[in-house]
């Protein structure tokens, strides 16, 4: 089942941005789920699919530019990272 969300947006803001409609609703997508990985609420893989592209995309673009970690270097990251070594 898909949802759409309505969102208001002045004109002037899609003017100050050089986009269009389409462009600033899949702008809004992207940092949405950015933020909501970063936070914990989305995996990568539901947040890459939300967004449409593969989940390696997203994981770049999420620690580029919208300061994802992978992992937060404690001691619960180390050990399961290295429990299969």
């Known amino acids: 089942m898909k949802h759409t969300i309505e969102i208001d947006c002045p004109p002037e803001i899609l003017i100050g941005l050089h986009l269009d409609a389409k462009k600033f609703a899949d702008l809004i997508k992207l940092q949405s789920a950015t933020t909501l990985f970063r936070e914990g609420k989305l995996s990568s893989g539901m947040a890459s699919r939300w967004c449409g592209v593969p989940r390696v995309h997203f994981l ?3 620690m580029q530019s919208g300061g994802a970690r992978l992992l937060d270097n404690n001691d619960d990251d180390f050990a399961r990272e290295t429990v299969l070594l």
């Open 60 to 62: 770049l673009q999420a």
